[in-house]
């Protein structure tokens, strides 16, 4: 099982990044995804995620209508476009996949990260 995050980096505030997540090894499109931040010195915190059939997104209130969690099954990749970037989204950005098994038990993998900076 793999999960490969991609296309983080530097850019200045109002910028634009779109984030990667390549997943392999496992039914992707039985997974719900999602993208975590954890800031410098902070807690890791969820961002988005998106169901498995993508019908499904939800957001946390600090990037509702700046960043977009998106999926191509047919890739195995799920993405996060950030839009109108803030110094305060710096972090390092983890793709998560979690499938619920039943009642007690779920299967999670993470990936290993891809640092975004937010700076003039």
């Known amino acids: 099982v793999q999960l490969v995050e991609s296309g983080g980096g530097l850019v200045q505030p109002g910028g634009s990044l779109r984030l990667s997540c390549a997943a392999s090894?496992?039914?992707?499109?039985?997974?719900?995804m999602s993208w975590y931040r954890q800031p410098p010195g902070k807690e890791r915190e969820l961002v988005a995620a998106?169901?498995?059939?993508?019908?499904?997104?939800n957001y946390d209130d600090s990037v509702k209508g700046r960043f977009t969690i998106s999926r191509d099954n047919a890739k195995n990749t799920v993405y996060l476009q950030m839009n109108t970037l803030k110094p305060e989204d710096t972090a390092v950005y983890y793709c998560?996949?979690?499938?619920?098994?039943?009642?007690?038990?779920?299967?999670?993998?993470w990936g290993q990260g891809t640092q975004v900076t937010v700076s003039s």
């Open positions: 998106i169901s498995g059939g993508g019908g499904r997104t």
């Open positions: 998560k996949a979690r499938r619920v098994v039943d009642i007690s038990e779920s299967w999670v993998y």
């Open positions: 090894g496992f039914a992707f499109s039985n997974y719900d």
